[in-house]
């Protein structure tokens, strides 16, 4: 089963289990902390915005008070449901744009969290080809991934003997958005720092001052190979 169709009738719990894990829930707050700092980089109150694989609405919620018209689409009416209660302004249609959407329209800039990273090669270039289609020349997709295989605390992690299914590379990625006409103008990594699996879990740790000051340490793009995290600003060509 591929990784969208895992995620249909996920829509009630998908918040919930995000903020339920410390680690999960401190990247999601990084991710929106960076995004609030980068789309006034490459966005206006006039651009027209769409969220790839908006899920309930999360990127699309910080996303949208910046920009002007906002289209969300997702392939779960369950997670649509939730996107649509939190985002009462924003256009949501239950579309795969790999296989249509043409409808849509054409957008300045474009968004895809916590997808690249879970889903299957094959999926991953058809998902880009279509933001390719739907990305004016010179407008910009931000996207980031969450599942770095090289990321330091996954490596210590396959030392110990843990089994590991993260295949995206940083350089991997790269590769990818350029193959579909994207050229990586920024990246943005997240938690560098978060090496060992209990600081990771330390809920009151990733809440505290401690955490912000190390951020703010290993938020230099140097760090991006060996994150966990990383935010990817990529302008159409």
Request: proline share 5%; net charge positive; glycine share 8%.
């Amino acid at each position: 089963m591929q990784y969208r169709e895992t995620h249909l009738e996920k829509g009630a719990s998908y918040d919930a289990t995000i903020s339920g894990q410390p680690f999960d829930n401190y990247m999601a707050q990084l991710e929106a902390a960076y995004l609030k700092e980068i789309v006034p980089t490459v966005a206006d109150a006039k651009s027209r915005y769409l969220d790839f694989a908006c899920g309930t609405g999360r990127i699309t919620a910080t996303v949208s008070r910046m920009v002007g018209p906002a289209v969300g689409v997702d392939v779960s009416e369950s997670m649509l449901s939730a996107a649509r209660e939190k985002c009462p302004g924003v256009q949501f249609v239950c579309t795969d744009i790999t296989r249509g959407g043409d409808e849509l329209g054409a957008f300045d800039v474009a968004t895809s969290f916590r997808f690249f990273g879970n889903t299957e090669q094959d999926v991953r270039r058809a998902v880009l080809g279509a933001l390719a289609r739907r990305v004016r020349k010179g407008g910009h997709l931000i996207v980031n991934n969450h599942r770095n295989p090289r990321a330091l605390g996954t490596l210590l992690q396959r030392v110990a003997g843990q089994p590991i299914d993260q295949d995206l590379t940083m350089p991997k990625f790269r590769r990818l958005l350029r193959d579909e006409g994207f050229e990586v103008i920024r990246v943005q990594p997240i938690g560098a720092w978060l090496v060992l699996a209990r600081t990771r879990a330390d809920a009151a740790l990733l809440a505290g001052p401690r955490a912000a000051a190390m951020e703010r340490r290993f938020r230099h793009a140097s760090w991006a190979p060996v994150a966990p995290d990383c935010i990817l600003v990529a302008r159409r060509v």
